[in-house]
Nanobody, 115 residues
Framework: QVQLVESGGGLVQPGGSLRLSCVAS????????MTWYRQAPGKQRELVAA???????KYADSVKGRFAISRDNAVNTLYLQMNSLKPEDTAVYLC?????????WGQGTQVTVSS
């Protein structure tokens, strides 16, 4: 079992920044990949950014150049640095992990970009 706990969301003005965190309950060395998704009201869940065990990363086109995914294995934490935020980035951001062929999800953290 893997528990994922996100934090760092909040209300920010357009152009601002936030850093999301996702703490895993197990060592990240055993996790094949970790991904940030987001879901806005009335929209499908979409992949935002992913990081694989060998630190390969991928991003949605809509966030390339603005968001950066990283992880710190020493504290079992996944991060998402979000810069130049736009109103269309407003959503619940969820952390997902694959470990041993099983998918795990966090409860999500709300990000609202508004003036």
């Amino acid at each position: 079992q893997v528990q994922l706990v996100e934090s760092g969301g909040g209300l920010v003005q357009p152009g601002g920044s936030l850093r999301l965190s996702c703490v895993a309950s197990v060592s990240m060395f055993g996790i094949e990949s970790m991904t940030w998704y987001r879901q806005a009201p009335g929209k499908q869940r979409e992949l935002v950014a992913a990081i694989l065990r060998e630190d390969t990363t991928k991003y949605a086109d809509s966030v390339k150049g603005r968001f950066a995914i990283s992880r710190d294995n020493a504290v079992n934490t996944l991060y998402l640095q979000m810069n130049s935020l736009k109103p269309e980035d407003t959503a619940v951001y969820l952390c997902q992990a694959w470990r041993g062929g099983v998918e795990y999800w966090g409860q999500g953290t709300q990000v609202t970009v508004s003036s």
